[in-house]
């Protein structure tokens, strides 16, 4: 790992990680482990870098968790913010009042979304935007006089956030064991994963296929049961599973057909990440309702919301009382850190850039890594992108031999680049980025050759341990 002479004073890691294990309770950790080796503290960062308090610089390949698109470090924000904070630092949005920061923002998000967005529902995260979808929908069929209509329809392996809704709408397997999910009124259908799902079909082939589920499962419950249906236009925690192009448009056909709302969860694909706004621009969606969250304040300050698109926004509006809402709900400081987030995203042109340039160049780059010999395959989309660790290599994704999932070979390949200052996801054996828009070709160029190396090491690792015999 390189260290850097810029952070001034250390502090005391090891006095931190003492009181962190004794009383921080951790999102998604297994606290026994993470006590024993500590968590790693982080104090700094600048750019697509981050310093630890051991001064060790880390690459930051995930944008923090998906959402420091403009990278860390904008005075920009951090002024935007000082000067709402100490102007209003809060108002609420209940009982007829609104604050600027709000009304701007609405405003700026209605132009910015895919056409026939109008409206924006703001909430405190992506889990909460999900809730809100939930409760809207119900809402929109009552007042359409389709009460019955109540079931959402989602994914397997989806992650739609980890509220009880949340969670519910997700597909992850681990988190409905713990509590009692899903709750009722949800359930999934199968991912479009060509790898896993695609035996003998070509890719295209596949999309519509796995389309058909959708449609199947509408036929089940019975069309005049059925509210909506929510995806992610590309799985992010899922592995960052990248759908055929004859998927989404295949059902919205299957929606349009039933009468089932579409909801886009784009708390990844939103702000730029696809080189686009939005992905429903991306992968011609039409969606009904568009979740958002992360990106849209590069995650400088917590905020999230709901794009309501006209039909549903125009019966809510007609309605009378939503009786929903957040003491957070358009916080004025959030607001105005997404405004300037937007800004920068905006000057910079920074969504061309992800579309026109730095993303081919990534998409170039990261397929190269498929010719190494852990690597199955290597997909990207603007700036996501993921690829398999496979036992043994074939042409064809379907001819690969996968390692035994009990191996936790993904995250011996983590530690790695954990070790060796580049921060990359494992989602079992898949390896996953998203790196902040701002990365440059050179940057790209550091990033891909430190992954490499990385790859090597786990090689070695799998080889001494005889695990790809
Ligand atoms: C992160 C995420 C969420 C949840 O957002 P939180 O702000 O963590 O509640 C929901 N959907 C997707 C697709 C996400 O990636």
Redesign the pocket.
């Known amino acids: 790992m390189t260290t850097t002479p810029t952070v001034p004073e250390l502090p005391d890691t090891k006095g931190l990680q003492r009181l962190d294990a004794a009383h921080y309770l951790h999102p998604f950790t297994d606290h026994a482990a993470l006590a024993e080796k500590g968590a790693r503290v982080m104090v700094r960062g600048d750019g697509i870098w981050l310093w630890d308090s051991d001064g060790h610089k880390v690459l930051d390949a995930m944008s923090g968790?998906?959402c420091v698109n403009v990278g860390y470090g904008r005075r920009s924000i951090t002024e935007a913010v000082a000067r709402q904070m100490d102007t209003l630092p809060f108002y609420n949005s209940f009982f007829n009042t609104t604050t600027i920061p709000a009304v701007q923002l609405a405003a700026k998000l209605a132009k910015i979304a895919p056409a026939g967005f109008n409206h924006v529902f703001f909430t405190g995260?992506?889990?909460?935007a999900?809730d809100t979808n939930v409760r809207m929908v119900r809402r929109f069929w009552d007042l359409a006089g389709q009460p019955e209509r109540t079931v959402i329809i989602s994914r397997h392996n989806a992650?739609?956030?980890?509220t009880m809704a949340?969670a519910s709408l997700g597909g992850m397997t681990g988190m409905h064991v713990q509590g009692g999910l899903p709750i009722p009124g949800i359930v999934h259908i199968g991912q479009p994963s060509y790898a896993d799902h695609g035996t003998g079909m070509t890719f295209e082939e596949f999309g519509v296929y796995a389309a058909s589920w959708l449609e199947e499962r509408i036929k089940e419950l019975g069309p005049d049961k059925v509210a909506a249906f929510i995806g992610?236009p590309i799985q992010?925690?899922g592995g960052v599973i990248i759908p055929p192009p004859t998927y989404w448009p295949e059902i919205r056909r299957i929606c349009d057909k039933y009468d089932v709302l579409l909801i886009a969860?784009e708390?990844?694909t939103g702000f730029g990440r696809l080189g686009k706004w939005f992905a429903a621009d991306v992968y011609g969606m039409r969606p009904d309702l568009i979740?958002f969250?992360?990106g849209v304040t590069s995650g400088y300050v917590p905020l999230?919301g709901v794009l309501v698109g006209d039909r549903v926004a125009d019966a809510l509006v007609r309605g009378g009382d939503f009786n929903h809402g957040f003491t957070y709900s358009g916080h004025p400081v959030a607001c105005a850190a997404a405004l300037e987030n937007i800004r920068i995203l905006e000057e910079e042109r920074l969504l061309d850039q992800v579309a026109h340039d730095t993303g081919p160049y990534l998409k170039q780059r990261f397929a190269s890594l498929a010719a190494h010999p852990l690597v199955g395959s290597a997909e990207s989309f603007g700036f996501v992108a993921g690829l398999s660790l496979v036992r043994r290599k074939a042409a064809h994704v379907h001819h690969q031999l996968r390692f035994d999932p009990g191996l936790g070979v993904g995250m011996l390949c983590r530690a790695h680049m954990f070790e060796q200052g580049v921060i990359m996801r494992a989602v079992g054996d898949r390896m996953i980025i998203a790196p902040p828009l701002i990365m440059t070709r050179e940057q790209i160029d550091e990033m891909i050759q430190k992954i490499r190396y990385c790859l090597d090491l786990t090689l070695t690792d799998l080889t001494a341990r005889r695990w790809l015999d």
């Open positions: 968790l998906w995260s992506g889990s909460e999900n992650y739609h956030g980890s949340g992610e992010g925690a969860d708390v990844i979740t969250a992360k999230g």
